[in-house]
């Protein structure tokens, strides 16, 4: 991980939306199945107990929101 790269992405507003657009579409883009992205994001919540930030960066919501949408 290239953190000078990461800086120069934050100080350009630009930068940021043109790395979120390519996020979203290499997500929606990626051909491993949903069950298999689901269970790496959940093995990583249980690893890495700041994984709740991802969510929250990327939905608004934290793991257990998401859980108690799904009704566990």
């Known amino acids: 991980m290239n953190k000078k790269r990461i800086i120069t ?3 350009s507003d630009q930068l940021l ?3 979120g657009e390519k ?3 290499e997500i929606n883009e990626d051909d491993e199945s949903l069950v298999n992205v689901a269970r ?3 093995l990583l919540c249980l ?3 700041k994984a709740d ?3 929250i960066a990327i939905s608004g919501w934290n793991i257990d929101s998401l859980l108690n949408k799904i009704g566990v």
């Open 17 to 19: 939306l043109q790395f």
């Open 47 to 49: 690893r890495d107990e």
């Open 40 to 42: 790496q994001l959940l």
């Open 23 to 25: 996020l979203i579409k």
């Open 9 to 11: 992405v934050l100080e």
């Open 53 to 55: 930030d991802f969510f």
